[in-house]
């Protein structure tokens, strides 16, 4: 079956940019898209069709793809944007996924 | 906006079945699909599958065939997900999400408040 695969956990300091990859055959043919979980919360979307934002969400979250690899990229990051993020896409006969998931700590 | 609003807690026994709704907060469900995305405590988000109140159709992961039912009632107004056979590694906490039928693009933007379910 189709994976999307992330990593565990990413670390930065406040005012860095942090980047989270996932990888996936699907990612080359399918939208990802990237959601924020913060403890005992429902998940937020915040990237959709792979570098779109919803509206509300900041500008210094962004995305981008390359291939099988797409990117959450955060700028600037702030203490309030420590959480965990997934992403998400789907194979061709529409069976979704989420990767693994990534705990970003802000420092 | 129309918001989702999932049942409150469940406590089941092994081998039991459990049914989760998720209201539509005014107005109907019928102009989205609905997905049900679940949460083991501590894991990562695992997708169970979809349901179009409009029409009925459902979609369910490949995991949870046979196991799972994804049903609507006339109004439309609420979807259910309903899980038989329950382990322990079925406890979790329960989502539903939305997104517009004419914009299935733009992912997954309103979600319930969640359903834990704990199999014991």
């Known amino acids: 079956s189709s994976e999307l695969t992330q990593p565990p956990s990413v670390s930065v300091s406040p005012g860095q940019t942090a980047r989270i990859t996932c990888s996936g055959d699907?990612?080359?043919?399918?939208?990802a898209y990237w959601y924020q979980q913060r403890p005992g919360q429902a998940p937020m979307l915040v990237i959709y069709?792979?570098?779109e934002r919803p509206s509300g969400v900041p500008e210094r979250f962004s995305g981008s793809s390359s291939g099988t690899t797409v990117t959450l990229t955060i700028s600037g990051v702030q203490a309030e944007d420590e959480a965990d993020f997934y992403c998400q896409s789907a194979d061709s006969d529409g069976n979704w996924m989420f990767g693994g998931g990534t705990k970003l700590t802000v420092l | 906006q129309v918001q989702l609003v999932q049942s409150g807690a469940e406590m089941k026994k092994p081998g039991a079945s459990v049914k989760v709704s998720c209201k539509a907060s005014?107005?109907?469900?019928?102009?989205?699909?609905i997905h049900w995305v679940r949460q083991a405590p501590g894991q990562g988000l695992e997708w169970m599958g979809w349901i179009n109140p409009q029409s009925g159709g459902t979609k369910y992961a490949q995991k949870f065939q046979g196991r799972v039912t994804m049903t609507r009632d006339t109004s439309m107004s609420t979807v259910y997900v309903e899980l038989s056979s329950l382990t322990s590694d079925d406890t979790a906490v329960y989502y539903c999400a939305k997104y517009p039928q004419i914009q299935p693009w733009v992912g997954l933007q309103d979600w319930g408040q969640g359903t834990l379910v704990t199999v014991s």
């Open positions: 069709k792979d570098i």
């Open positions: 005014r107005d109907t469900l019928a102009d989205y699909y």
């Open positions: 699907e990612l080359a043919k399918q939208f």
